[in-house]
């Protein structure tokens, strides 16, 4: 089983390295350590860990918050902050950005644990329900397109689409959902194909037998 991979940003060098030797004693894996909002975005680029544990507070010249809107909307990775400031202002400024959790320092493991592997669950699961709602939606565009009033010609089965082009009944549903269509003969059909069979036999016989006749 694959470790979950934890991104480090984290301003102070002291609080980094210690975050580092928690987070491997709590058996993760870490994708790397930086020290600015830029250097995080770059490294989750590439890297692309499960989780980014970003200090609310770095320095450089993307603030935190920025940092962590950009890695969660646009690389789609959940980002857990991490803060020794639990001011009213950095906490509503964390919130803002909807991140997956928030860790007031001093770190306890058994909390940095518990945040990570909720993190984790979370983005999961909120893939999943992305997902899901994709697949409604292709559902639904495909259901609406075969709603409403479809003209059909009365002679020869064709439809005709919104581009007033004509074709079968067969190309026009698989051109809209994912049905396909196999060929065959329903019973009543397959009866009247047999009985037209037969007497197009009897047809050519007896014309044999008369031709047979006309030559005696």
């Known amino acids: 089983m694959n470790k979950t991979r934890v991104l480090v ?48 507070e770095i320095e450089g010249n993307l603030p935190g918050t920025d940092a962590a809107r950009f890695i969660q909307k646009t690389l789609k990775l959940p980002v857990v902050y991490l803060s020794a400031n639990s001011s009213d202002t950095t906490i509503f400024r964390a919130r803002d950005t909807g991140p997956f959790g928030f860790i007031l320092a001093p770190f306890d493991e058994r909390e940095l644990k518990v945040a990570i592997e909720i993190a984790v669950y979370r983005h999961r699961m909120e893939l999943e329900r992305e997902g899901l709602i ?34 079968k009944v067969e190309a026009y549903i698989e051109q809209r959902t994912e049905a396909r269509f196999s060929h065959g003969l329903c019973p009543d059909c397959y009866q009247k194909a047999i009985a037209h069979h037969q007497e197009e036999l009897t047809k050519r016989r007896s014309r044999k037998r008369a031709v047979a006749r006309q030559r005696l």
């Open 9 to 56: 940003a984290e301003n102070e060098p002291t609080i980094s390295i210690d975050l580092e030797g928690r987070l491997r004693r709590l058996g993760y894996e870490v994708a790397g350590r930086v020290d600015n909002g830029e250097a995080a975005i770059r490294l989750a680029k590439v890297c692309q860990p499960h989780v980014v544990l970003m200090d609310v």
């Open 134 to 167: 994709h697949q409604l939606q292709d559902a639904l565009a495909q259901v609406k397109a075969l709603s409403g009033l479809l003209p059909i010609c009365a002679q020869c089965k064709m439809v005709r689409d919104d581009g007033g082009y004509w074709s």
